[in-house]
């Protein structure tokens, strides 16, 4: 487990875990679905409009993205090469993807302002977790277990935590508006590369996504 973190702006660190930045929240009433991260979003978007509208609640889109977005390719996103497994690189496809999780959030977020509605739309890094997504190598696996016991790597109530303190911590919801549009990381709001800032290039991707997803 992490035992080493510095308490940010909001008191919380890296070692918190999802029941403390949970502590003294009431999530009574409140609906949570889990999915991957743009097509069921836009699905739901308009009965998540409605609801905000009607039940007075703010809502809430959280992306799960990556400090790894820093690794994406030099352009960003591979629009014109995105099946090419001729120029396939696992860490920068991986760094992608998680930069278009940042991505998608911020041109939501600013769409969601630009209407007026009452959601949230923000991204974050949980942190390097100790999981079983290193399974299929032996060697990095077995270091990463090791590590884990001694320096940064988190357990799953850690790794949980800025996921849940987004989602729902009062912090993120100031009285005037919530904060929308933003990256966290150890439950503190963090810093993105440029990449993940680039309107346009969020706005590209915006629309190349729908070009993938539209049933037509």
């Excluded at 035992?3 to 999530?27: H, L, M, N, W, Y």
């Excluded at 609801?51 to 960003?76: D, F, L």
């Excluded at 884990?148 to 100031?174: D, E, F, M, R």
């Amino acid at each position: 487990m992490r035992i080493f973190g510095r308490k940010g702006p909001s008191g919380f660190s890296a070692c918190s875990t999802a029941e403390e930045v949970t502590q003294g929240i009431d999530g009574t009433g409140l609906t949570a679905i889990v999915t991957g991260h743009f097509l069921l979003t836009n699905l739901l978007l308009e009965t998540m409009k409605s609801t905000a509208r009607e039940s007075k609640i703010e809502g809430r889109i959280v992306n799960v993205a990556s400090g790894a977005h820093a690794s994406s390719y030099p352009e960003g996103v591979r629009f014109d090469r995105i099946n090419d497994e001729s120029g396939f690189k696992r860490g920068s496809a991986y760094g992608q993807s998680k930069l278009a999780n940042i991505l998608h959030a911020n041109e939501l977020a600013k769409r969601l302002k630009e209407e007026g509605v009452d959601i949230t739309c923000n991204s974050l890094h949980p942190g390097a977790v100790v999981t079983n997504i290193g399974r299929h190598y032996p060697l990095l696996n077995g270091l990463a277990k090791m590590l884990s016991k001694y320096l940064w790597l988190k357990n799953i109530p850690q790794g949980a935590a800025t996921t849940c303190y987004v989602a729902l911590h009062p912090q993120v919801n100031p009285q005037v508006k919530g904060v929308s549009g933003e990256y966290f990381n150890e439950n503190n709001i963090g810093k993105r590369t440029a990449l993940a800032k680039d309107e346009e290039l969020a706005n590209k991707l915006w629309d190349f996504s729908l070009s993938l997803t539209d049933p037509k």
